[in-house]
T-cell receptor, first 109, second 112 residues
Framework: QKEVEQNSGPLSVPEGAIASLNCTYS??????FFWYRQYSGKSPELIMS????GDKEDGRFTAQLNKASQYVSLLIRDSQPSDSATYLC?????????FGAGTILRVKS | DAEITQSPRHKITETGRQVTLACHQT?????MFWYRQDLGHGLRLIHY???????NKGEVSDGYSVSRSNTEDLPLTLESAASSQTSVYFC???????????FGPGTRLTVL
């Protein structure tokens, strides 16, 4: 079992819809969780961090963490074509971050 | 503004040559990391450092080395480049080991 797992996608949503991206992790003691966005040919860009159970909202983005079930999700409301990218989930494991392979999101106009 | 830079941005080299990729950050972060990114594998950790004179091996460290002589720089050296090391290399830095990491623009390395 991989330490951090994501559905590779692609996840296709129409413009204006809610995109839901999911990530599961195996280390029960992980404390820090991050979502990165990566456009093709570019470097990963941090968009959300979450450390405690529940929801954290920032603009159109909401991160959700459930430590008991060991999953973290990212919701993107009012999806725009500019949101089309690969989204990477990162989880603290020991004293490092472990990244999932990423989910490709395509927002169709 | 603080930033993290990598050079060169693109590099083509031949099998067996030694190659050094530079990473420089002005965030004054103690922690620096090197990753490679390949299709189907995501980001894989090569080496990391938690401070000056500290270096540690990641999950794919064979054939790579790093040194940390100051806070700002963590150069990555490929001792004898192999075709399997053709990849995109990202450097990142963070305040603490479990804090968010900020990435450089990447170096695309091709080994022929």
């Amino acid at each position: 079992q991989k330490e951090v797992e994501q559905n590779s996608g692609p996840l296709s949503v129409p413009e204006g819809a809610i995109a839901s991206l999911n990530c599961t992790y195996s280390d029960r003691v992980s404390q820090s969780f991050f979502w990165y966005r990566q456009y093709s040919g570019k470097s990963p860009e941090l968009i959300m961090s979450i450390y405690s159970n529940g929801d954290k909202e920032d603009g159109r983005f909401t991160a959700q963490l459930n430590k008991a079930s060991q999953y973290v999700s990212l919701l993107i409301r009012d999806s725009q074509p500019s949101d089309s990218a690969t989204y990477l989930c990162a989880v603290s494991v020991g004293n490092k971050l472990v990244f999932g392979a990423g989910t490709i999101l395509r927002v169709k106009s | 503004d603080a930033e993290i830079t990598q050079s060169p941005r693109h590099k083509i080299t031949e099998t067996g040559r030694q190659v050094t990729l530079a990473c420089h950050q002005t965030w004054n972060h103690n922690n620096m990391f090197w990753y490679r990114q390949d299709l189907g594998h995501g980001l894989r950790l090569i080496h990391y450092s938690y401070g000056v004179q500290d270096t540690n091996k990641g999950e794919v460290s064979d054939g790579y080395s790093v040194s940390r002589s100051n806070t700002e720089d963590l150069p990555l050296t490929l001792e004898s480049a192999a075709s399997s090391q053709t990849s995109v290399y990202f450097c990142a830095s963070s305040v603490g080991p479990n804090n968010e990491q900020f990435f450089g623009p990447g170096t695309r390395l091709t080994v022929l």
